[in-house]
């Protein structure tokens, strides 16, 4: 049993959903609402059921201007998150800025936590895989990720942590099946240019 199917061109992970689910699907429908995203790193390897904890999920969004990130914050702030960097939009808005990351929790609790990394043109890694993202569905709650041979690259390539090395494995023996060989050879040639 492999665990998932695709349909539509959308992989199925044939799990129930959990609270860090639930957590990312909540955080989620209010972002969609303001900015396209790609939830990249762990939580891409937990989703497809590595068992392992996780205290922050990543979610790379392109480089906005402030009255987009304005509207934004005070939207997740209504929804009942908290900002780690600041209490108010103007307080923040430089993190995004100066493209350096910022987190966000619910009310009254440190973790789980969304590490919100923008990033602009100059990073080719990152807009490669956003603007070809795969989606992954569990249960109701669907969401978009890097292509799967791009996912266990960078983590081999460029992270290369032994968690993520463990992630990378993780990913290509549960999608051993659906994995391509050229997509391999294609993505590493964008994924080393990083290294340069």
Known sequence: M?????????????????????FVKKFL?????????????????ISTGRARGTEDVDIIVSIMNENKFVSLFNDLIENKFWCYQGDNSTEVYPYIKNMNSVR???????????ELVPFDKSKKAKSFEYSHPQKIKVGDFEFKIPPIE?????KEIILAG????????????FFS???????????EIIIRDELK
């Open 29 to 45: 429908k209010v972002l969609k609402k303001h900015a396209d995203y790609l939830i990249v790193s762990g939580f891409v390897s």
């Open 177 to 187: 099946d659906l994995i391509k060989e050229e997509n391999f050879k294609r993505y």
């Open 2 to 22: 492999k665990g998932y199917s695709v349909e539509g061109g959308i992989i199925v992970i044939d799990r129930e959903l959990t609270e860090l689910d639930l």
């Open 150 to 154: 791009f996912e266990i690259l960078y």
């Open 162 to 173: 032994k968690k993520d090395m463990e992630d990378a494995k993780h990913l290509r023996t």
């Open 104 to 114: 966000f929790a619910e009310i009254n609790k440190m973790y789980p936590n969304i």
